[in-house]
Structures are given as structure tokens and as C-alpha cells.
């Protein structure tokens, strides 16, 4: 079980990165919503990768810019990859219909979740990322009680 703390690293390459998805991958046998925070740039989508590969997707990750969202099916669990960056509206989400997809069972995994503020739900997991020189500094912060 996680606990409220909040966890602070600092992350040297991409491979790092994948790595971290992992982890967090681990950390939700089942559904969950994640919230990734960042500047342009700063891993968001690598971190998402990771976290694909490590479940076992093999074909091509890339950020749902322009469709808002992308879904996967590994091994008979759904995920979720959300980006909002060119959200022009909160209720835009609700006629793609997001509320289903938060309420099942699947792992969402949310880029840019301030654009739709006051609309998603508590988060169980908050991962900000940031540009620290050559590497990047990671703060994660559980907002709910993982088993």
C-alpha cells in the first residue's frame, strides 16, 4: 500500500523513464486515474510507453494530441492515454463520453489534466514532471490509498 507521501526523483534518461512507467504500472493491478503534469517535453508520453511496454504492448505509442484519447487492450485489461493539451473545453469530454471510461474498471492515464479542472474526479495518482538540466525531476504524490 502507498501512503500520502510524496515521492521526488530525479530521472537521467528515457530508458529511466520506461522504467518509472513500469513501476507505476505495478502499482494499479486494476483501473485507476493517473494525472501526468508538465511542460512540453518533459517525459509525459515516454513515462506512458513505459508503462505500456512493461504490460506487455508492443506496437507504437504515441501521445493522442489530436484524437484525445487512445485506447489499449493488453493481455484483457483496458488503458486509457488521454491528452488534453488542445482541449478547448471541459465539455468536450463529456460529448466523447469520458465519464464511461472513468467509471470502469481501466487504468486512465490523463496528460494535461488542468485543462479539464473540475471535471475529472480525484485522481489516485499525481505525477508532475520537470525539467531539472539534462535530466528530469519527478514528484508523485498518491491522493489515494493504493492496495
Not at 530525479?10 to 513501476?23: A, D, I, P, R, Y
Amino acid at each position: 500500500m502507498m501512503s500520502n507521501n510524496k515521492t521526488e526523483l530525479f530521472v537521467e534518461s528515457e530508458q529511466q523513464m520506461m522504467q518509472l512507467g513500469g513501476k507505476i504500472a505495478d502499482t494499479f493491478p486494476q483501473g485507476g486515474l493517473v494525472f501526468l503534469n508538465g511542460d512540453l517535453g518533459t517525459g509525459k508520453t515516454t513515462l506512458v510507453r513505459g508503462l505500456l511496454r512493461h504490460l506487455g504492448f508492443e506496437g507504437t505509442v504515441k501521445s493522442p494530441t489530436y484524437t484525445l484519447v487512445e485506447p489499449y487492450c493488453i493481455n484483457g485489461r483496458e488503458l486509457y492515454h488521454f491528452d488534453l493539451y488542445r482541449l478547448a473545453d471541459p465539455e468536450e469530454l463529456e460529448y466523447m463520453g469520458v465519464r464511461d471510461y472513468l467509471s470502469s474498471d481501466a487504468l486512465c492515464l490523463i496528460e494535461w489534466p488542468e485543462k479539464a479542472q473540475g471535471f475529472l474526479p480525484q485522481e489516485d495518482l499525481n505525477v508532475t514532471l520537470y525539467h531539472a538540466d539534462e535530466m528530469r525531476k519527478v514528484n508523485i504524490s498518491p491522493k489515494r490509498y493504493l492496495i
